[in-house]
């Protein structure tokens, strides 16, 4: 960040809430920022870079850990994604405990899609 415009570092984040912001951070940039108001906006920077790169290994780790298969599955139900896919496999957890559907699921798509599960 060191002799760079704020323009220059907007411009070339990644980060989603830095870029929604842009137009209100170039605002209090153009004022005096303190040597405190400085501080604080190198030390925010850093937290949301940490943040950013710990969402990403924990993506990955879900994405190793998980059946493949069985996203392809709860992923095809209209709306559901990949993301929302691995959510509510995690919170079935083994879909074979479960003895009957309807302890679990009482709309016909998620049935059909758990009966799929169990296959």
Same mark, same amino acid.
């Given at each position: 960040?060191?002799?760079?415009s704020v323009e220059c570092v907007l411009e070339h984040? #990644?980060?989603?809430?830095?870029?929604?912001?842009?137009? #209100?951070?170039?605002?209090?940039?153009?004022g005096a920022l303190s040597e405190?108001?400085?501080?604080?906006?190198k030390e925010l920077t850093t937290t949301?870079?940490?943040?950013?790169?710990?969402?990403?290994?924990?993506?990955?780790?879900?994405q190793e850990s998980v059946n493949k298969k069985d996203?392809?599955?709860?992923?095809?139900?209209p709306g559901v994604g #990949?993301?929302?896919?691995?959510a509510i496999l995690a919170e079935i957890g083994d879909a074979k405990r479960f003895r009957m559907v309807s302890r679990l699921l009482l709309g016909r798509?998620?049935?059909l899609l758990f009966?799929?599960?169990l296959a």
């Open positions: 960040m060191a002799g760079k984040t #990644e980060n989603k809430q830095l870029k929604g912001k842009s137009d #209100e951070i170039k605002a209090v940039a153009k405190i108001d400085v501080f604080k906006l949301i870079k940490n943040i950013d790169e710990q969402i990403k290994r924990v993506e990955a780790k879900i996203i392809e599955v709860v992923s095809s139900v #990949e993301r929302s896919a691995a798509v998620w049935r009966i799929s599960l």
